[in-house]
Each structure stands twice: as structure tokens, then as C-alpha cells.
């Protein structure tokens, strides 16, 4: 091999190296920090048991927000219509968060009870979130839950 | 009567378009100078009927129209005349009013501005502006008139949405539009040369100050963003990795690899296919962020309304502007000369090396920020993509480059003096180790994060470098050429990188944030600073009412500052949070009223301690006026005559890379 040629090759190698390390890294990346987004029925027929973490939708079911007394813990349960999962978080809820209303919690399970690290409220009293809509399509349908439209998450 | 002007306006501003676009590329074609002739004066006409509909649209808010859907939509009578006028730009349709009519203020500017550029070369970059206009004019007229009427006309319209109620909300999206617009220019400089065939170093020249002033708008945009996000949203964030700050994020990431590459291409005549590229890719970028936030397509603060037909026709523009000027890359560009060869160690090489990093880096975030719909269309099931993907990989892919950031300047074009490079690394590896680490030192010992040692480090690393090059200049050159406007810019746009990353890195490892139960009169240690709670009342503006707390901050004892946050309610009953914020160069303390908790006027309070949070945005400012500044060297303007081929390359000193 001629020295040019070689220094090509040399190039050529490390491009792949470094495209390959890249994509690697990126794969893994990706894969760590996917959020699956999961009615409360889906859970309960085991599907979250698969992750880490992931996003709980559906409406906050009325009369069943609970605040502890002395700390910001509140406790409340996500209903698809069909089925309710306890909640638990501890924190400041987001301005529009309402009984009746669509919800989103990214957090994990903790024995029966879904333990929230973030909750996210719809930000349109008219709209939910498009995805969620989509994930609760069925229980709109028979229990009429709310209008489905494209809507803002923050 | 008047909006019925507005939207005549339109539909002339849509044939002066149509004139821009295809009779100029005809006569460019045909060598026919008439034909040619015609782009100038249409442009001109265009974007007066365009500045007449934007004035008829905002003549509209401010005289209360509510016949105007538009305006029943996004204002009312108790809405102040200063946010009646920024609704023009608050949702759908009048943003892509805005956008048109930037698009229009560059073009007329470089229409102006290119007298002296060859016929047919101006002839083709303003057709391909047309082009780009009458796209958006179409769209606008087709899918999203901003003058439908509403028949019976409402007594009172609705609101503007309480979020967009702020002083960030008047130059966010405008300062963004500039820099999407901006990179325009670039693009028809680009496919213009491509159809001509006209690749020499002329065109790069005369795209640079473009491109830099473009970027410098979209640092402006981002920088404001993130400010009003930080300010707004409550939550005492600087940057989410929101779908629609990442589309704002990527062309600038493009737009600074192609900063550099056009430097490159534009001194030694290198690397042209990749600026071509890049140039391509930038606005292709701004074009997919404009319409990934109008869209709504996907989840997000920013996404307005969404209407299929609108999704079908931005798809179809998209792909007619991507994948007709990667078709005329791809027939082209394999003719475009090369330039002068480079060693292993030079300039070019640390130029492409960061090059690279950028366009990874953007390829990174658009993966992540479509992945969600790529998943959907795949049936994974409704995934959402996490900020720390975009966060880790941010960090690890940027590190390269910041890493080359010192050495840059000092190396030469074509071959790098290797006994140079071998001294700069010694003096910064010892700054950074030394000053870096003992700052970092004192930062970490406090909370124990190694983001703050790093940031400390890369920041001294960074610094150290610019510092070092300055003063070699100050050395080296003759008074008065030390630090031409390029280099200069060069300079300061570094230094800008050195400041953001103390603010990035030292905000996220040493801020203090604690959410609090408090009732009246109780207090909450956060950092070195109590903050004590004085309980809420009520107070009224002019289109809310609002929950006003008042919370007194001591430091060990004396009263630093009292911190009003407020809870509004505005007319149509949407809530908003608005943060009290004590700023200062060192850091901000921050407090948000979360809820009330029960009786006994007991409050949920978000309290922050946020040291260095300015510095992130006073490093984007510096970047800012760095890419300002570089674009004003005199090098841009001096050749009046376009050059056959360009002159001697200058020192290698003098070029800002």
C-alpha cells in the first residue's frame, strides 16, 4: 500500500469507528431513556411491570384527590373509564390540574400503587393530549370522557 | 371592508411571488436580461403588499375587529394595546404572516444589497426566494387565512393565551423568524450557484455576513426563549429539550457548523460541496422548525391547532424544497472543484473535526425529537424520548469539539505548526487544570456534583484559549489590524461559549430547588438564604386577578429583598403562574406560588437558589454579537466587483474560525 492509500484507509477506519461508537451510544441512549405512555388498564394487565419508568395517561377520577396534611404528598387515581390505579406524588401540581381533567405521570410502580415523579396537566380546558386521546380512544367511546383533540403538553 | 384589503394584499403579494420566482430563473436561463430585470422590482411589490396585510392584521387588533376570526380568537377589550399587537404573531396564522414578511425584509435587503453581483447569479438567488414566498403565501391563503370573517361579529373576543402575556412573548418569535428566515439567504446563495455553475469563492464570500447575521437573530430567538421559558413557565428551567426548542436548536446547530465551513470554503476554497450542504440542510432545518411548531404534529407548549390539510401541504413543500435542492446537489455538486489540499494538522482539519460534531449533534436531536413519530408509524407503541438522551449525548458529542475550541485559532491553514499546538495545550491544560480545578474545587465541595468541576474546568479551558490568542495577536499583529471585525467576532463568540458553559454546567450542578408547604409567617432554609413566607392577597389587573404572595429573603439574618409571586386567573379563566425572580450576576433566587393547601392560608411554594443562571444567557448574547460583529468586517464589502477567483488568502491569523 502506497502511503496515501494508507492514510486513507487509516481515515476510512476511524470514520467507521467513530460512526459506529456514535451509533452505539445513541441506540443505548434512546433505549434508557424511552417513555412508554400506558392507560391505567394497560398496567393493570401488566404491561408496565416491563420498565423502569414510564407515562401514565388518563383523567384524574373525581373525588379522589387526597392531600396529606403536613407535606405536599397527594394521592389520587387515574381512571381510563374502564379501570382506576392509585397515584402518589409529592410535589406542587401543575396549574391545571383538575379532577375530571387528562393527566400525565411519568413515573414507576410500587406494589399496586403508581409512584409520580412528574405530573403534567393538560393546558386547554377544551383539548387533551393527541397521544393520550389516542391511548383512550375505546373509553371515550363508551363512557365519554372528553372531547379528543390535538392539544399542548408543557 | 378593511380585512377583505388585507387578504387582496395577500393574493397580489402571491403573483408578485409567482413573477419573483419563475421569470428571473427563466431569463438566468435563457441569458435574457429583461426576463431578469423583472426579480427587483417584484420583490420590491411583494413586499410592500405583504407589509400592507401585516399592517392590515394589526390594524385589526388594535381597533378591536372581533368580525375577524383571527382576532376574536386571540384578544379582547381588556387586553392592553401592546399585547393586542403582539397577538398578531400569538398563534397560527399570523405567525406565518410574520414569517412571510421577514422573508420579505431579507429578500428586499438582498435584493438592495446585490447590485453588484452578476446578473444572473442575483437573478436565480431571488427566483428561489420566490419560490420559498410563494409557498408560504399559498399556505396562508390555502389552509390558514388570517382574515376569515366570524358572522355575527362576538361582542368581546377571547384571549390571548396568558403565556404569550409577556415582554419575552414581543421579541421571541420575531428574533426566531429573523434567524429562520435569515438562513434563506444562504440557501438561495447556494442553490443559485449550484444552477449556475458558478462555484467559486465569490459566492461564499458574499453569503458569509448573511449567514452570520441569520445565526446571530437565532441565538437572539433561542436566547429569549429560554429566558421567557425560565421567567414563565415557572418551574425555574432554562431548557426543557421540547420538541420545538429543539426545532429551533437544530438549524442553529447547522447554521454554526456552517459558519465555519463557509469560512473554510471562503479562505482556501476546501470543503465546498459540505458548505453547499450545509447551507441546504440549515434552512431546510428552519423550514421542518416552522412547521413542526405550526403543525402539531407533535406534543408540545408551543403546538397551536392542528387541521389535516394543513399537515398535507406543508409535506408536500417540504419535500418539493428538501428534495428538489438535494437534486440539484446531487447533479451538481460532484462538479464543484476541489480546493487547496490540507495536512493531517491544520486548520481545516479542526475546523471539519467540530464540523462534524455539529452535524452529529443535530442529527442526534432530530432523531430524538421525530423518534416519537417514528415509533407511532412503526406501531412501538406512544413513546416519548426523555431529556437525558438529549442531554448525555449533547455533552459527549459537543466535548470534541470544545476540546479543539483552544487550538483553532492557532492553527494554520493547510498545515498546523505542531510545536505551536504541543505549547497552547500545555498553557490551557495547565490553566484549566490549575485555575479550573481549584475553582471547581470550591464549587463541587459545596454539592458535590462533578458538573460543577467539569464546568469549571471546560470553562478555564475555553477561556484560557481565547486569552491566549488575543494576546498573541496583541503581540504579534500591527496596531490597529490586531482585531479586524472577523476575528474579533471569532473572539467573542468564543468567549461567549467559555460563559454559557459556566452558566450551563454550574446552574445545574449547584442550583437549590425545594418545593415547601409554608403558612404564614414560616420560614424555609434554600442554600445560604431563608425565605420567609408572608402570606397572599388579592390583586387586580387589567385583564386578570390575581393571588399575589409576599415572601421576605434574609441572608443569616439581614433582609436581602422581598419577592412578590403571583397566581393569575385571566378572563376566560385559564390559570398562570408568574415567578418572582431577585436576579443578580452571581445567581437568582426564585419563587413561584404552587397552590393553596388548605385552611390557614397555608401555601405549595416552589423555592430556587439558581446560581450562575444569567451567564447561559450571557454567553448566547456574547455568541450573539459575536456572529453580529464578525459580519461586519470590512473584507465583506470591500470587493465591490465580484472576483473571478479570490484574492491571496490573508495571514491564516486573520480569519475567524
Redo the contacts between chains.
Keep these: 500500500m502506497n502511503p496515501t492509500r494508507k492514510?486513507r484507509m487509516t481515515l476510512v477506519l476511524l470514520i467507521v469507528a467513530a460512526v459506529g461508537i456514535?451509533a452505539a451510544?445513541?441506540v443505548y441512549?434512546?433505549q434508557?431513556?424511552?417513555?412508554?405512555?400506558l392507560t391505567p388498564s394497560q398496567v393493570l394487565s401488566g404491561q408496565g411491570a416491563d420498565y423502569k419508568t414510564f407515562?401514565l395517561g388518563g383523567m384524574v377520577k373525581s373525588g379522589s384527590l387526597q392531600?396529606d396534611?403536613?407535606?405536599?404528598r397527594v394521592d389520587f387515581a387515574v381512571t381510563d373509564g374502564d379501570h382506576d390505579l392509585p397515584v402518589e406524588y409529592?410535589?406542587?401540581?401543575p396549574?391545571?390540574f383538575r379532577e375530571n381533567q387528562a393527566v400525565i405521570a411519568t413515573g414507576h410502580m410500587d406494589g399496586g400503587r403508581f409512584v409520580a415523579t412528574e405530573v403534567l396537566a393538560k393546558?386547554?380546558?377544551n383539548y387533551m393530549?393527541?397521544?393520550l386521546a389516542?391511548?383512550m380512544g375505546k373509553a371515550h367511546a363508551k363512557h365519554h370522557v372528553g372531547a379528543a383533540a390535538?392539544?399542548?403538553?408543557? | 371592508m378593511i380585512p377583505e384589503l388585507g387578504q387582496l394584499a395577500l393574493i397580489l403579494a402571491l403573483l408578485m411571488a409567482t413573477l419573483q420566482c419563475v421569470l428571473p430563473l427563466l431569463g438566468a436561463w435563457r441569458g435574457n436580461a429583461t426576463l431578469m430585470a423583472v426579480a427587483r422590482p417584484a420583490a420590491a411589490g411583494q413586499a410592500v403588499f405583504v407589509a400592507l396585510a401585516f399592517g392590515v392584521l394589526a390594524y385589526a387588533f388594535l381597533s378591536f375587529d372581533f368580525s375577524v376570526a383571527y382576532v376574536a380568537d386571540n384578544a379582547n377589550l381588556a387586553l392592553p394595546w401592546y399585547y393586542r399587537f403582539v397577538a398578531v404573531w400569538g398563534a397560527h396564522e399570523g405567525s406565518l404572516l410574520l414569517w412571510i414578511l421577514l422573508l420579505n425584509v431579507w429578500t428586499v435587503a438582498f435584493a438592495a444589497f446585490s447590485r453588484h453581483l452578476p446578473e444572473p447569479f442575483a437573478a436565480r438567488a431571488l427566483g428561489v426566494l420566490g419560490f420559498i414566498s410563494v409557498g408560504f403565501l399559498l399556505f396562508i391563503l390555502l389552509t390558514s387565512n388570517p382574515f376569515t370573517r366570524l358572522l355575527p361579529m362576538p361582542a368581546d373576543g377571547a384571549d390571548l393565551n396568558p403565556l404569550l402575556q409577556d415582554p419575552g412573548m414581543i421579541s421571541h418569535p420575531p428574533m426566531l423568524y429573523m434567524g429562520y428566515v435569515g438562513f434563506s439567504i444562504a440557501f438561495a446563495i447556494a442553490i443559485a450557484s449550484l444552477l449556475g455553475g458558478e462555484m467559486d469563492n465569490a459566492w461564499v464570500r458574499w453569503a458569509r455576513p448573511w449567514t452570520n447575521v441569520a445565526w446571530g437573530f437565532l441565538t437572539l430567538g433561542i436566547v429569549v426563549g429560554s429566558w421567557w421559558a425560565y421567567a414563565e413557565?415557572?418551574?425555574g428551567g432554562w431548557w426543557?429539550w421540547?420538541p420545538v426548542e429543539n426545532a429551533s436548536f437544530m438549524p442553529w446547530l447547522v447554521g454554526a457548523a456552517l459558519i465555519h465551513a463557509q469560512a473554510v470554503t471562503e479562505k482556501r476554497g476546501t470543503l465546498r460541496a459540505w458548505t453547499l450542504l450545509l447551507a441546504i440542510f440549515a434552512f431546510a432545518l428552519s423550514l421542518l422548525g416552522t412547521f413542526l411548531v405550526r403543525s402539531?404534529v407533535l406534543?408540545?407548549?408551543?403546538?397551536f391547532?392542528?387541521d389535516p390539510r394543513r399537515g398535507i401541504f406543508i409535506l408536500g413543500f417540504l419535500t418539493a424544497v428538501v428534495g428538489g435542492s438535494l437534486l440539484i446537489y446531487s447533479l451538481r455538486a460532484p462538479k464543484v472543484a476541489a480546493g487547496k489540499a490540507f495536512a493531517?494538522l491544520s486548520r481545516e482539519t479542526l475546523i471539519l473535526v467540530a464540523n462534524l460534531m455539529f452535524a452529529?449533534c443535530a442529527a442526534?436531536v432530530l432523531?430524538?425529537t421525530l423518534?416519537?413519530l417514528i415509533?407511532d408509524a412503526l406501531g412501538l407503541?406512544?413513546?416519548?424520548?426523555?431529556?437525558?438522551?438529549f442531554g448525555?449525548?449533547f455533552m459527549?458529542?459537543m466535548a470534541p469539539a470544545l476540546f479543539l475550541l483552544p487550538f483553532g485559532p492557532f492553527a494554520r491553514w493547510g498545515r498546523a505548526d505542531a510545536g505551536e499546538l504541543g505549547r497552547v495545550l500545555r498553557i490551557v491544560a495547565l490553566a484549566a487544570a490549575v485555575l479550573g480545578g481549584t475553582l471547581g474545587f470550591l464549587a463541587w465541595r459545596g454539592s458535590h456534583e462533578f458538573r460543577a468541576l467539569l464546568g469549571a474546568v471546560a470553562t478555564v479551558w475555553v477561556l484560557s484559549g481565547v486569552v491566549l490568542y488575543a494576546r498573541k495577536r496583541w503581540h504579534e499583529a500591527p496596531a490597529g489590524r490586531r482585531y479586524p471585525a472577523e476575528l474579533a467576532g471569532m473572539l467573542l463568540a468564543h468567549t461567549g461559549v467559555g460563559v454559557f458553559l459556566a452558566g450551563a454546567l454550574l446552574t445545574t450542578a449547584l442550583s437549590v430547588e425545594r418545593?415547601?408547604?409554608l403558612a404564614p409567617g414560616e420560614s424555609v432554609r434554600v442554600g445560604a438564604y431563608d425565605f420567609r413566607f408572608d402570606g397572599v392577597q388579592e390583586i387586580k389587573g387589567p385583564n386578570w386577578l390575581a393571588q399575589q404572595g409576599t415572601v421576605s429573603v434574609f441572608d443569616h439574618g439581614a433582609p436581602v429583598t422581598v419577592l412578590h409571586p403571583q397566581?393569575r386567573t385571566y378572563t376566560r379563566?385559564?390559570?398562570?403562574?408568574e415567578a418572582a425572580i431577585r436576579p443578580g450576576a452571581v445567581r437568582d433566587l426564585y419563587v413561584a406560588l404552587?397552590?393553596p393547601?388548605?385552611s390557614g392560608g397555608a401555601w405549595?411554594l416552589?423555592v430556587y437558589d439558581k446560581p450562575f443562571v444569567r451567564w447561559i444567557w450571557s454567553g448566547g448574547l456574547l455568541m450573539m454579537l459575536g456572529g453580529f460583529l464578525a459580519a461586519a468586517d470590512r473584507r465583506f464589502r470591500a470587493q465591490r466587483a465580484p472576483q473571478p477567483a479570490p484574492a491571496v488568502t490573508s495571514a491564516p491569523a486573520e480569519s475567524a474560525a
Design positions: 492514510r456514535a451510544l445513541t441512549a434512546l434508557q431513556n424511552m417513555n412508554y405512555l407515562r392531600r396534611a403536613h407535606s405536599l409529592t410535589g406542587i401540581l396549574d391545571l393546558h386547554d380546558e393530549p393527541k397521544e389516542e391511548a390535538q392539544e399542548p403538553t408543557p | 413557565l415557572g418551574w426543557f421540547d402539531g406534543t408540545s407548549v408551543h403546538a391547532a392542528s493531517t452529529a442526534m432523531l430524538g423518534y416519537p415509533g407503541g406512544r413513546i416519548s424520548v426523555g431529556p437525558p438522551y448525555f449525548l459527549l458529542l418545593d415547601v408547604r397566581k379563566g385559564q390559570v398562570q403562574t404552587g397552590e393547601l388548605g405549595a416552589r
